[in-house]
């Protein structure tokens, strides 16, 4: 599966940006997705995540309420609705694939991953 992440921009604080993670490849419908970022000098944080047919989700607690993760398994794309983004949200968004169904405690692990996509970047500035 290759990943491409999209979407990424600068932004007012307050304001709201979609990132899509398209993928290619097949049996993409079988993978739980996921968003992490990376800010800088920060390590990598866990954002959010998807079951495969989208029934469950998970955040991270300072992006829940503002940030909605979907997919659409028909086009292979993985969303990320941001709102209210305030400054700390600064930083690269990557999308990641796991085949299967992680544990709730590993669904933050971003070395159990096993695909990765070119990250986007998202500046939170007035």
């Known amino acids: 599966v290759q990943l491409q992440a999209s979407g990424g921009g600068l932004v007012q604080p307050g304001g709201s940006l979609r990132l899509s993670c398209a993928a290619s490849?097949?049996?993409?419908?079988?993978?739980?997705m996921a968003w992490f970022r990376q800010a800088p000098g920060k390590e990598r944080e866990f954002v959010a995540a998807?079951?495969?047919?989208?029934?469950?989700?998970y955040y991270a607690d300072s992006v829940k309420g503002r940030f909605t993760i979907s997919r659409d398994n028909a086009r292979n794309t993985v969303y990320l609705q941001m709102n209210s983004l305030n400054p700390e949200d600064t930083a690269i968004y990557s999308c990641?694939?796991?085949?299967?169904?992680?544990?709730?405690?590993?669904?933050?692990?971003?070395?159990?991953?096993?695909?990765w996509g070119r990250g986007t970047q998202v500046t939170v500035s007035s």
């Open positions: 990641a694939a796991y085949l299967g169904r992680p544990s709730p405690y590993d669904t933050r692990r971003p070395e159990i991953y096993d695909y």
């Open positions: 490849g097949r049996a993409f419908s079988g993978y739980f």
């Open positions: 998807i079951t495969s047919t989208g029934e469950n989700t």
